[in-house]
Nanobody, 120 residues
Framework: QVQLVESGGGLVQAGDSLRLSCAAS????????MGWFRQAAGKEREFVAT????????YYADSVKGRFTISRDNAKNTVYLQMNSLIPEDTAVYFC?????????????WGQGTQVTVSS
């Protein structure tokens, strides 16, 4: 099992920056990727960014590319999301995710979410 705890959300103004953190615990040795999704009120959950744990390869949604940066700290089992040039459309609950893998099973884990609100 993997447990994920997000932190760093808050209320900011458009153009500001924010950094989210996600600390993983439990069977962290099984994690192959970690990432972030977000869900705005009344909307479906959407992909934001992901990072491959072993290589550091990153992928971003078009809506955040060039503004957000995902990174990891292997020693701390932590992933970060640096969010720059925030716009009101970024307002959502941001969820940390982790994907663990074995030869026969892939399993996803989710954090509880942290609220990010961007005012105009």
């Amino acid at each position: 099992q993997v447990q994920l705890v997000e932190s760093g959300g808050g209320l900011v103004q458009a153009g500001d920056s924010l950094r989210l953190s996600c600390a993983a615990s439990g069977r962290t040795f099984s994690i192959v990727t970690m990432g972030w999704f977000r869900q705005a009120a009344g909307k479906e959950r959407e992909f934001v960014a992901t990072i491959t744990w072993s290589t550091g390869s990153t992928y971003y949604a078009d809506s955040v590319k060039g503004r957000f940066t995902i990174s990891r700290d292997n020693a701390k089992n932590t992933v970060y999301l640096q969010m720059n040039s925030l716009i009101p459309e970024d307002t959502a609950v941001y969820f940390c995710t982790a994907r663990s893998s074995s030869p026969s099973l892939t399993k996803d884990y989710w954090g509880q979410g942290t609220q990010v609100t961007v005012s105009s």
